[in-house]
């Protein structure tokens, strides 16, 4: 009898990005050092009762010091790519003026690092650390940050394009306005109401466009310019023809302030009926900036938006998860493979993007270490192998997907969560920084291996 493994079949392009992604705040640690400035999520950490067991980044997995080290693991799995972002605090220690030399250095040494070890850096410009000065001014409400971002990432992205051809301006801008600004449970902790916070959401995309510009002013030819968004990953309930118009349709309402206004430089008029009073004030030259053309897009995925067809003015409505709806070991992670698929492919047929990333997707998982010291997180390659089938569906369809950065390498700062949830595919021990390779880390590296799933 045959002991061969079935549906090696399911394989991906052969130039196809098998990456992983982090982010400055959530691994870096080393916050006082090599010049760096304070950042609006130092201050959050630092403020009692807003993370868990209080926890801080202050050390987190201390990458500052040993990407070295890091890097070897990436390697040892196999990774294409790698994807980091950029600490604005460290270049600009208080978001402008004069440039730390210091700060700069760590990204080229760790491009540098990446680069010797065959693997492609990936480089995102904001991943919501707000140089604390800014905030003083009044953060993302101040129409002066869109400018600062925009020099901060230009400067920055300049100089590192020598090795980095790849940059994103801004991590998941969904989450940061409306979890950081309208909810408070992420830094600033502020809770803004309608109006204020539509005009903060309008500096935010307007901080992007000015920065792709100011990114294509100082980086070499043929570097890349895109973002990162959590878009709503709107699923048909049924695929069906009438679930896949809605879905088509709640794509674009459902992303109104974010990826809809970046990729056609208007809002949608039912957002600006939803927002009446409250909507925000803008130019025709401001919404010019903000739809400045990106060479790809970037999606995070985790959890599906399902949507069904409905006869109301929007056309669809969203399907909100029966309670009994299965998720990781955090609340929000329900498990919805499928998202994966229509994610991208609907941002492909809505916009005609042609070129995507998977800049994140993962699961948090309730690892432990058994008494040999092996990590058993059954769950969470269940939920990768079903991902990444779909994401292979997509794919072998033309869906322009190039490329697949797994959140996350390593256990990190897990924000407001602290270091009570683990995303990584690596275990880290966190009083003594040792890392250990889980079974899912096993997994992804067939997975790299084959360039296929089973
Ligand atoms: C990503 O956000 C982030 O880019 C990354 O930094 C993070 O580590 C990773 O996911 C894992 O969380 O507290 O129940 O209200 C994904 C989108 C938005 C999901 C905020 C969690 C808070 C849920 N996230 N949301 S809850």
Redesign the pocket.
């Known amino acids: 009898p045959s002991t061969h493994s079935a549906g090696t079949t399911r394989t991906f392009p052969s130039d196809f990005l098998w990456g992983s ?1 982090t ?1 400055s705040y ?1 691994v870096e640690g080393a916050v006082h050092e090599a010049g760096r400035g304070p950042s609006i999520w130092d201050t959050f950490s630092h403020t009692p009762g807003k993370t868990h067991n209080g926890d801080t980044g202050d050390v987190a997995d201390d990458f500052f010091h040993r990407y070295k080290e890091d890097i070897q693991i990436m390697k040892g799995l196999g990774l294409k790519t790698f994807r980091f972002s950029v600490s604005w605090s460290r270049i600009f220690p208080t978001g402008t003026g004069s440039p730390n030399p210091q700060g700069l250095d760590f990204y080229h040494h760790l491009a540098d690092a990446l680069l010797e070890a065959g693997i492609q850096p990936f480089c995102t410009l904001y ?2 650390d707000l140089p604390q000065t800014l905030q003083d001014k009044g953060g993302w409400e101040n129409h002066d940050t869109s400018k600062a971002f925009a020099d901060y990432a230009g400067y920055t992205a300049g100089k590192l394009s020598d090795n980095v051809h790849h940059f994103m301006t801004m ?2 801008m ?2 940061f306005v ?2 950081g600004n309208r ?1 408070g ?2 830094a600033p902790g502020l809770k803004l109401d309608d109006k204020r916070l539509a005009q903060l959401n309008h500096h935010v995309v307007l901080g992007h466009g000015l920065a792709v510009r100011a990114i294509r002013a100082t980086v070499k030819p043929g570097t890349k310019v895109g973002l ?1 968004e ?1 878009i709503s990953a709107t699923t048909p309930v049924v695929e069906s023809p009438e679930h896949i118009e809605a879905a088509h349709k709640a794509l674009r309402e459902e992303n109104a302030s974010f990826l809809t206004v970046v990729q056609e430089g208007r809002y949608t008029d039912l957002y600006l009926k939803r927002l009446g009073g409250n909507a925000p004030k803008f130019t025709a030259e401001e919404m010019e900036i903000i739809r400045s053309p990106l060479d790809f897009v970037g999606i ?1 995925i ?2 599906p938006m399902y949507v069904r067809a409905d006869s109301s003015e929007k056309g669809y409505a969203v399907v909100p998860p029966p309670s009994s709806y299965p998720h990781m070991f ?4 329900n498990v919805g493979p499928e998202g994966i698929y229509w994610g991208p492919k609907l941002v492909h047929e809505v916009w005609k993007v042609k070129e995507m990333y998977i800049t ?1 997707n ?1 699961a ?1 998982s309730s690892d432990h270490l058994t008494p040999e010291g092996k990590v058993y997180d059954t769950d969470r390659v269940m939920f990768l192998r079903n991902y990444l089938t779909q994401l292979q569906r997509g794919v072998s369809e033309g869906v322009p997907v190039k490329g697949y950065f797994l ?2 390498l390593l256990d ?6 602290g270091y009570e ?1 683990r ?1 990584g595919i690596i275990y880290v021990d966190f009083a003594t920084q040792q890392r250990t390779p889980k079974l899912s880390a096993e997994f992804y590296k067939q997975v790299i291996a084959k360039n296929a799933v089973s």
Do not use: I
């Open positions: 992604a982010a959530q991943h919501w991590n998941e969904r989450t409306d979890v909810e449970r992420h990162a959590n995070n985790y959890q955090s609340p929000w992670l994140e993962g948090s959140w996350s990190n700062y897990e924000w407001a969560d949830k995303f």
